[in-house]
């Protein structure tokens, strides 16, 4: 059993390598604005790449959003560095205990598999509450069949006009 009731107070996330996070709770807005700001990195790189291209330098150390999986890779990393950048305000077990900042967390959440199990943590209750909603079957006392129970309303009788005859 789950429960609908999402978290309201900031809460901790365990990651590998022994890192502990807190974040504040996952809110739609907050997942909406980490993707939109994903989205503008991954504008801002293509056009990064665009200009080098025209001004012919080199393209070192810009990725390859020419390749889809490239594209789709880098775009989820994107995804991952807001969404952390945002929801973390404190943690623990990362050696010199570093300020959090926007480039530690980006750092830490580069380090495999830490961004990605941030990620499935993070929106773990999102997920469990969609899977729920997902799992409801049609309801036994529904209208779709005869079988699933009466009609709320009876069929309208259709008058139909007279067939007329072709002379």
């Known amino acids: ?24 709770p996952l809110t739609t807005t907050a997942m909406a604005a980490a993707q ?15 200009d080098r291209k025209d ?4 393209l070192d150390g810009l990725p390859d959003l020419s390749i889809e999986e ?8 994107q995804v991952v560095y807001e969404l952390a950048t945002r929801q973390i305000t404190a943690w623990a077990g990362i050696e010199d205990n ?3 900042t926007r480039d530690n967390i980006i750092a830490v959440m580069d380090i495999y598999p830490v961004g990605e199990q941030f990620l499935q943590k993070l929106t773990l209750q999102q997920m469990l509450l969609n899977a729920a909603k997902n799992a409801s079957g049609l309801s036994a006392s529904g209208t779709s069949s005869q079988v699933e129970g009466p009609d709320t309303a009876k069929a309208a009788k259709m008058k139909m006009p007279p067939v007329q005859q072709e002379n």
Not at 1 to 19: A, H, V
């Open 70 to 77: 490239e594209r789709d890779g880098f775009l989820q990393c």
């Open 98 to 100: 570093p300020p959090v």
């Open 55 to 58: 001004s012919g330098l080199s």
């Open 36 to 50: 939109a700001g994903a989205r503008r990195r991954v504008e801002a790189v293509e056009a990064q790449v665009r």
């Open 1 to 24: 059993m789950i429960s609908l009731k999402q978290p309201s107070e900031p809460f901790d996330i365990e990651l590998p390598y022994g890192i502990t996070v807190t974040v504040t």
